[in-house]
């Protein structure tokens, strides 16, 4: 028998003969180096490698296929859109059905980095130690059915009679906008820092894998029904070798000696046990899946039941807290920022009530006198805790607020039409904004970063409730923390709002941004061409027109706009084409005929806007008495 297995006797249940082989050169009852640990080294480094060359030649080619992310099956099941990320996902799904979690072990960028920011501890002298709980083991599933059943969930009960239940697939394989669904970089470093050295040190070698990887929750079911498992043969005698290397906190030796093979769905196919294993007793092999094993492991457990429950409230709690708060923190991060709370919570209050205790190399507490690493570690606990006690007050904010803005009615190009839109609120709005208001700006006081997309819609209701000048100023600044199409959009609406307060320069300067972010913004350049009509430059405002019209033969205003204009100029024939054109398209709706009237009045054409107003009355006699006067300009 080799060096390391004496000390318990030899199963004898199916003996084998071992080879004659020279014992390795290491100490007597010492674990042997892993062999394979190198080669998976080396796959996840390559691995990395490819991921920036794959984010290089979309630089320098500007397209690419589309990120290789099981999160962008999320758009498949949602928009139908066939991408990279859900052939990967669906792949390594069935792969999994087969040779068991070997994916998450040998293919994934995040276990990468877990494993480094693992090896970086040790050659500090920190072992990462496990945490073991019976309830949080099952976030990773709840949030997998979150992110790709509950979609499927949701439009089987809000889609119309008829429609299928999945929308049409469309082929998305390719992409321009690689990082649209990725996190900024302000963002990234953060996630890299919570989800790798963070969980790493607080849960152990895997504890984001363990504890909140939402893809883990649908490979841990597939690997209960796969054939592939680490198992033994009779060669096996108990050293713990297997145990002692796991680097995904499973209980190697005691669950084959109880089951034959590894059935904790955690177990990641890394072979290191495999390789250490003093008698070769382990293997990867075939055979009856772990969901038909017979007998039960006793199992050891960080935490009492009523600390289990604690937990579970703590890490809801948390995760609610900081998920999307500031717009900024993807669901990933929130759920390894609840993962990192909800330990530093329960050690704090075992601190306060134990006698004894400590955390790594570190004595906190002893013979009931709390220790410097002790007073340092409750220091940094309660700031944690606090910055996610924080962060849910802000987030609490921003849903109100939220909620208050999309319980506006009015339509934005109604409310854009004059600079003052009070008159076209309900009392019931009138107070809502008040109350959006209320919310949305406790939110940007407190807040420790621009919430660009609350901003915008702040901005929104501060014009509705009159104070058009903080609107502008608001707009202002989410446009300098947005980009792409949320940027042009709050520079649209910033020039809209100049347009109507008559000042038209800073209108035009704001408006030709948001093209420069987005040139097919078309009610950017219908409202481009009054900034131009207004100072004189008529030629330019016609030629604006006609390009978005010429873009979009349907836009109602940009030809009424042209027919008044043809009119001005003496162009009789040509203004009948447009208003013809215009009233084609136009809905027999009061309230779009009198928007129609009120922009038409501000550039002057009198005469087509008393056309307007008239149908609008004609639609509904009862408007002009419930409207005000303000209403008309």
Wanted: include cysteine.
């Amino acid at each position: 028998m080799k060096s390391g297995c004496s000390g318990q006797g030899a199963k004898t249940r199916r003996p084998i003969p071992l080879p004659v082989v020279a014992a390795p050169p290491v100490p007597q009852g010492a674990v042997r180096p892993s062999k394979t640990s190198r080669w998976r080294a080396g796959a996840l480094i390559a691995l990395n490698l490819l991921m920036v060359a794959h984010i290089v030649q979309w630089r320098v080619m500007g397209t690419t296929i589309s990120p290789i992310e099981p999160s962008e099956t999320m758009f498949t099941l949602r928009n139908g859109f066939i991408n990279a990320g859900f052939i990967f996902f669906a792949v390594a799904i069935l792969a999994t059905l087969v040779f068991g979690r070997f994916v998450c072990g040998w293919g994934c960028h995040v276990l990468a980095l877990q494993d480094f920011c693992a090896w970086l501890m040790k050659k500090m002298g920190v072992t990462p130690r496990p945490f073991r709980s019976r309830l949080l083991v099952y976030v990773p599933l709840l949030a997998a059915l979150y992110m790709f059943v509950w979609p499927v969930a949701a439009r089987f009960f809000t889609k119309p009679k008829d429609a299928p239940l999945l929308p049409p697939f469309t082929n998305h394989i390719m992409t321009s906008d690689f990082w649209a669904t990725f996190p900024p970089l302000a963002v990234a470093i953060p996630f890299l820092f919570i989800c790798g050295f963070m969980t790493v040190y607080f849960l152990g070698s895997k504890g984001f894998c363990t504890y909140a990887c939402p893809y883990g929750g649908f490979f841990a079911l597939a690997d209960k029904v796969a054939p592939g498992k680490i198992r033994v043969t009779d060669a096996c005698n108990q050293c713990g070798h297997c145990t002692a290397v796991c680097t995904s906190n499973v209980l190697v030796h005691a669950e084959v000696k109880t089951f034959g093979m590894v059935v904790d769905p955690g177990c990641m196919k890394c072979m290191d046990c495999v390789s250490v294993c003093p008698n070769d007793a382990l293997y990867f092999g075939f055979g009856r899946p772990s969901i038909l094993a017979s007998g039960s492991a006793t199992r050891h457990y960080s935490l009492t039941w009523p600390e289990e429950v604690l937990a579970s409230a703590v890490f809801v709690a948390s995760f609610l807290a900081v998920w999307d708060v500031y717009q900024l923190v993807p669901m990933l991060m929130a759920l390894g920022c609840a993962t990192v709370t909800t330990f530093l919570a329960l050690r704090l209050v075992r601190l306060l009530r134990a006698r004894d205790l400590s955390f790594h190399r570190y004595e906190l507490k002893g013979a009931g006198r709390m220790r410097p690493a002790g007073w340092a570690f409750a220091a940094f606990a309660l700031v944690w805790i606090g910055l996610n006690a924080h962060s849910g007050w802000v987030r609490h904010h921003e849903t109100a607020g939220t909620r208050a803005f999309q319980g506006i009615r009015i339509p934005d190009e109604l409310a854009l039409a004059q600079a003052k839109p009070d008159p076209w609120l309900s009392p019931v709005e009138r107070h809502i904004v008040v109350e959006g208001k209320r919310h949305l700006s406790a939110a940007r006081n407190a807040g420790l970063f621009v919430n660009s997309d609350a901003l915008p819609k702040l901005a929104w209701l501060e014009y509705l409730s009159g104070n058009t000048e903080g609107a502008v100023d608001l707009l202002a600044t989410a446009a300098d923390h947005q980009q792409g199409r949320g940027k042009a959009v709050s520079l649209y609406y910033r020039g809209a709002i100049l347009n109507r307060l008559g000042r038209q320069q800073e209108a035009l300067a704001s408006l030709d941004q948001a093209l420069a972010e987005r040139p097919d913004l078309i009610v950017a350049r219908e409202e481009r061409g009054e900034s131009l009509w207004r100072l004189g430059r008529r030629q330019e405002a016609i030629s604006v027109w006609s390009d978005a019209v010429g873009r979009n033969p349907a836009l109602v205003l940009a030809n009424n706009l042209l027919a008044g204009a043809a009119a001005t100029l003496g162009q009789p024939e040509v203004a009948i084409v447009y208003e013809r054109q215009a009233d084609r398209a136009t809905p027999q709706d009061p309230y779009f005929h009198w928007m129609v009237g009120l922009r038409l009045q501000h550039v002057g054409m009198g005469d087509l806007a008393e056309k307007h107003f008239q149908r609008a009355i004609q639609l509904d006699p009862g408007f002009r008495a419930r409207l005000s006067p303000d209403s008309r300009g």
